[in-house]
């Protein structure tokens, strides 16, 4: 049996009938993947990618994880390990190897949305960063995360949301001060209110701020062209929330 005559995600049932001429299976449909907008109830997750923590999610409750915290270190071993080396291919499989780790420990079965910054290009350029920004962003290898990151939204079923990076991490989620002084390495203290946080949980609060403010956007435009050729996308899964069980 070919296994990419199956959709990722459909389950085997009942067996299957086979005859001279044909091969019959019986398999269960995953849920339709989220291809526009979801319901209101959705579950969404925010994540902030960076280079000292790979992965900073903020969740629906407003908890943070930091994933992949090793990450800052194996960039510099990689920095510093001479080209073409067997030293810095083991340290570049690692790297996959720590990128792997982190996006497998999200709890993919518990959202339904996930939003993220839209980076591409910021390892291209000198634009206004130091020169030494510049050196350690080199081995970050965002575009590979990023497509690793889609491709396990889309095994999941879980609706992947873009936006743009501007003032993330220095955009105060108490009053909305934005200024580069709330920002100072890693710590985050907003000059007109003093919230304190960490910078990076920030980032991923406000990017999952920010895909909620997409998303409303999505349910405005479906509920205003009901009979577009997009009405389809109105008919989504229900969401992970609306199925837990309640206790």
């Given at each position: 049996m070919n296994k990419w005559l199956l959709r990722p995600g459909?389950?085997?049932?009942?067996?299957?009938?086979?005859?001279?001429?044909?091969?019959?299976?019986?398999v269960e449909e995953p849920a339709p993947i989220i291809a526009f907008a979801p319901k209101e109830d959705a579950v969404v997750y925010g994540v902030d990618k960076g280079m000292k923590k790979l992965l900073t999610v903020k969740n629906d409750k407003n908890q943070t994880a930091f994933l992949g915290r090793e990450y800052w270190e194996l960039q510099g071993d990689i920095r510093r390990a001479k080209p073409d080396s067997h030293a810095r291919d083991r340290l570049l499989r690692e790297?996959?190897?720590?990128?792997?780790?982190?996006?497998?420990?999200?709890?993919?079965?518990?959202?339904?949305?996930?939003?993220?910054?839209?980076?591409?290009?910021?390892?291209?350029?000198?634009?206004d960063t130091t020169k030494e920004f510049r050196k350690q962003r080199s081995p970050?290898?965002?575009?590979?995360?990023?497509?690793?990151?889609?491709?396990?939204?889309?095994?999941?079923?879980?609706?992947?949301?873009?936006?743009?990076?501007?003032?993330?991490?220095?955009?105060?989620?108490?009053?909305?001060?934005?200024s580069e002084l709330n920002r100072r390495g890693e710590q985050f203290r907003c000059v007109?209110?003093?919230?304190?946080?960490?910078?990076?949980?920030?980032?991923?609060?406000?990017?999952?701020?920010?895909?909620?403010?997409?998303?409303?956007?999505?349910?405005?435009?479906?509920?205003?062209?009901?009979?577009?050729?997009?009405?389809?996308?109105?008919?989504?899964?229900?969401?992970?929330?609306?199925?837990?069980?309640?206790?």
């Open positions: 459909a389950r085997l049932i009942q067996g299957c009938e086979l005859s001279e001429d044909r091969l019959i299976l019986w790297r996959d190897h720590v990128i792997g780790r982190a996006l497998n420990a999200l709890p993919w079965g518990h959202f339904d949305v996930i939003g993220v910054e839209d980076l591409t290009g910021i390892t291209h350029g000198k634009g970050w290898a965002h575009r590979k995360m990023f497509e690793r990151l889609a491709a396990k939204a889309q095994e999941n079923r879980v609706l992947l949301v873009t936006g743009h990076p501007f003032q993330t991490s220095r955009e105060c989620p108490a009053c909305r001060c934005a007109a209110c003093g919230h304190t946080e960490d910078a990076d949980g920030v980032g991923a609060g406000n990017v999952r701020s920010r895909a909620l403010k997409n998303l409303e956007g999505r349910q405005k435009w479906l509920a205003n062209h009901p009979n577009s050729s997009n009405r389809a996308h109105s008919v989504h899964r229900r969401s992970v929330a609306s199925r837990r069980p309640k206790r």
